[in-house]
């Protein structure tokens, strides 16, 4: 038999990886390169754990901006934090800085900008959270400072010490930046009437009673503001505006709101800048209320009804016929006045604003949350408004 002849090895087959294994190809490299693989080990190890790390930082910022954006619910500390002193604004030193800046904020608060329902987690095709729209340069022109309000779920670090000084802006409470001219809230009147009206304790609301007009209901045009609300109190020494409608700030416009020493006004100011106020006795926080505002005009008289879970609790008949024009420019604002600075904190669970004009309901803001949720407006942050195109929007500040 033919023996077969062994043959050599060649030096390219000595020094190849004796396995088609890639486990023990990388043994055997290792085996014959360690520095090397020890080097790569080292720097992929270095590069891990810092991307691990980072991961780890950025899950913690977005539970702590993102996840809790969407609890809107404010707690108890929450509403003790409210004083006269609290620092509810942001003065950048110029118009680059405050770009830079909410770049930033966009950034790290981008994802809440799909639609939702402001009360849950849930998406709600309706409406979208816009972010921090309220910036505004100082109406004198030759100052260059802007303006910003801001919510306690802004992400620390772009309003502590070290941003003031990278992004260049201070802090402000509502009474210095009044005094700095940046915002007012007071319409030039060539003067007013106040109507108190003194109330009892009010129970809370447990089911929807139609309002009880003791008047003829042909009387129009009328205005009509219906809530089912739950008042928050905050502590600032200020107007909070629950409901403004208006295109001229001292001149046909409705206003409810609650005053410095927290008393529910209803104020129309109408054609001539002459303001009408009905203001209320009691105060009505952390209980829900069916609140009905409404205005009345005919030829020769008007007037002004306030109405609590359906029972009247201010009727103010005039005389004579308060000179009102609704203009179809009006914008409508709830949790804040025109300037969406001087906002309310407060639970809405139905909205309904209309004019009746003869028979006729003109429906101008509505929201029913009782298949959705109920929503948080402001508590220092959200406002809705209606502007001339009908389209409602839900902006922060």
Same mark, same amino acid.
Request: glycine share 4%.
């Given at each position: 038999?033919?023996?077969?002849?062994?043959?050599?090895?060649?030096?390219?087959?000595?020094?190849?990886?004796?396995?088609?294994?890639?486990? /023990?190809?990388?043994?055997?490299?290792?085996? +014959?390169?360690?520095?090397?693989?020890?080097?790569?080990?080292?720097?992929?190890?270095?590069?891990?754990?810092?991307?691990?790390?980072?991961?780890?930082?950025?899950?913690?910022?977005?539970?702590?901006?993102?996840?809790?954006? &969407?609890?809107?619910? #404010?707690?108890?500390?929450?509403?003790?934090?409210?004083?006269?002193? %609290?620092?509810? &604004?942001?003065?950048?030193?110029?118009?680059?800085?405050?770009?830079?800046?909410?770049?930033?904020?966009?950034?790290? %608060?981008?994802?809440?900008?799909?639609?939702?329902? %402001?009360?849950? +987690? /849930? !998406?709600?095709? +309706?409406?979208?959270?816009?972010?921090?729209?309220?910036?505004?340069?100082?109406?004198?022109?030759?100052?260059?400072?802007? *303006?910003?309000?801001?919510?306690?779920? *802004?992400?620390?670090?772009?309003?502590?010490?070290?941003?003031?000084?990278?992004?260049?802006?201070? =802090?402000?409470?509502?009474? /210095?930046? /009044?005094?700095?001219?940046?915002?007012?809230?007071?319409? =030039?009147?060539?003067? @007013?009437?106040?109507?108190? $009206?003194?109330?009892?304790?009010?129970?809370?609301?447990?089911? $929807?009673?139609?309002?009880?007009?003791?008047?003829?209901?042909?009387?129009? #045009?009328?205005?009509?503001?219906?809530? @089912?609300?739950?008042?928050? @109190?905050?502590?600032?020494?200020?107007? =909070?505006?629950?409901?403004?409608?208006?295109?001229?700030?001292?001149?046909?416009?409705?206003?409810?709101?609650?005053?410095?020493?927290?008393?529910?006004?209803?104020?129309?100011?109408?054609?001539?800048?002459?303001?009408?106020?009905?203001?209320?006795?009691?105060?009505?926080?952390?209980?829900?209320?069916?609140?009905?505002?409404?205005?009345?005009?005919?030829?020769?008289?008007?007037?002004?009804?306030? $109405?609590?879970?359906?029972?009247?609790?201010?009727?103010?008949?005039?005389?004579?016929? !308060?000179?009102?024009? &609704?203009?179809?420019?009006?914008?409508?604002?709830?949790?804040?006045?025109?300037?969406?600075? $001087?906002?309310?904190?407060?639970?809405?669970?139905?909205?309904?604003?209309?004019?009746?004009?003869?028979?006729?309901?003109?429906?101008?803001?509505?929201?029913?949350?009782?298949?959705?949720?109920?929503?948080?407006?402001?508590?220092?942050?959200?406002?809705?408004?209606?502007?001339?195109?009908?389209?409602?929007? &839900?902006?922060?500040?």
């Amino acid at each position: 038999m033919r023996r077969k002849k062994n043959s050599i090895p060649s030096k390219q087959k000595l020094n190849s990886d004796p396995s088609e294994n890639w486990f /023990e190809r990388f043994v055997f490299w290792y085996k +014959n390169n360690k520095f090397i693989a020890s080097i790569v080990i080292v720097c992929i190890t270095i590069i891990g754990i810092g991307t691990l790390i980072e991961r780890l930082i950025g899950l913690a910022n977005f539970s702590r901006d993102v996840v809790g954006y &969407f609890n809107s619910e #404010p707690t108890i500390s929450d509403l003790k934090k409210d004083s006269t002193n %609290l620092s509810n &604004f942001l003065i950048f030193s110029d118009k680059s800085s405050f770009d830079e800046w909410h770049k930033e904020v966009v950034f790290r %608060l981008g994802l809440p900008k799909y639609s939702r329902n %402001l009360g849950t +987690n /849930e !998406i709600d095709d +309706n409406y979208i959270v816009r972010q921090y729209s309220n910036w505004r340069k100082h109406p004198n022109h030759n100052d260059n400072r802007i *303006l910003c309000g801001f919510g306690k779920r *802004l992400p620390i670090d772009l309003i502590n010490e070290t941003a003031e000084i990278k992004y260049k802006f201070i =802090k402000a409470t509502f009474s /210095e930046i /009044e005094e700095m001219g940046f915002i007012k809230d007071l319409p =030039k009147l060539i003067g @007013q009437e106040i109507f108190p $009206y003194d109330i009892p304790d009010m129970p809370e609301m447990t089911t $929807y009673t139609p309002p009880f007009i003791n008047r003829p209901l042909y009387i129009t #045009p009328e205005y009509n503001m219906e809530f @089912q609300v739950i008042l928050f @109190q905050r502590h600032e020494y200020r107007n =909070k505006y629950i409901f403004d409608i208006v295109s001229v700030e001292n001149r046909n416009r409705i206003s409810i709101y609650l005053d410095k020493e927290d008393y529910l006004c209803y104020r129309v100011i109408d054609s001539t800048s002459k303001a009408h106020i009905i203001k209320l006795s009691h105060k009505l926080f952390n209980k829900k209320y069916q609140l009905n505002f409404k205005f009345a005009n005919c030829p020769d008289k008007s007037y002004m009804e306030i $109405y609590i879970n359906g029972i009247a609790v201010a009727i103010q008949n005039f005389d004579y016929r !308060i000179p009102f024009y &609704f203009y179809n420019s009006n914008k409508t604002y709830v949790g804040a006045n025109l300037d969406r600075m $001087y906002f309310s904190k407060l639970r809405i669970f139905v909205i309904d604003i209309y004019r009746m004009i003869d028979d006729r309901k003109v429906e101008l803001l509505t929201y029913d949350g009782h298949n959705l949720d109920s929503i948080y407006l402001s508590d220092g942050e959200i406002i809705a408004y209606k502007d001339q195109t009908g389209i409602t929007h &839900f902006n922060r500040r």
